[in-house]
């Protein structure tokens, strides 16, 4: 059974070929929740650095639908991992309590199609309190 408490790669099928172009599709059968919102980031300078928060409830699915995208996690059993993001048929599940870091190339467009409404609330913007919150 999938673990949806862990970061993972979620490859969504690819329709077409390269002398007519692609189309990917996220149906209900490729995601781990049903989205309630999606909003997307892009222009970001290359030497700024996104995320550094986790949230309590919200899980999101993060594509590159343009450009390359680093990211990093970390969960509070102090597991790490690191993610390239450069193919627009490829998202990464970010569960949630996980801090996370995001930078990105110029050119890159990051969709962020996500579990639940916006609620500040559900954000932990410090560190320190993301590490003491078990
Ligand atoms: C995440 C990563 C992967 C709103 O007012 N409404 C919204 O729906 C959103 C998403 C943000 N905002 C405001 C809140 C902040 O003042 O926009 C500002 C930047 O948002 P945030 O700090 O969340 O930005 P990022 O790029 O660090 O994080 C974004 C997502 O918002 C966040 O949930 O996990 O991408």
């Known amino acids: 059974m999938k673990d949806y408490n862990t970061p993972f790669i979620i490859e969504f099928p690819k329709i077409g070929k390269s002398d007519l172009g692609f189309i990917s599709i996220a149906e209900k059968e490729n995601l781990p929740f049903v989205p309630k919102r999606i909003y997307w980031t892009y222009y970001t300078p290359e030497d700024v650095e996104r995320g550094g928060h986790s949230h309590f409830d919200l899980q999101q699915i993060l594509v590159a639908v343009a450009g390359k995208i680093e990211i990093t996690t970390e969960l509070l059993n102090g597991e790490k991992k690191s993610f390239i993001l ?33 609620d500040e609330k559900d954000y932990i913007r410090d560190y320190n309190v993301f590490l003491e919150t078990k």
């Open 86 to 118: 450069e193919r627009p048929n490829v998202g990464l599940f970010i569960p949630k309590m996980c801090w996370r870091t995001m930078k990105y190339t110029h050119n890159a467009v990051q969709m962020c199609i996500a579990s639940n409404e916006y």
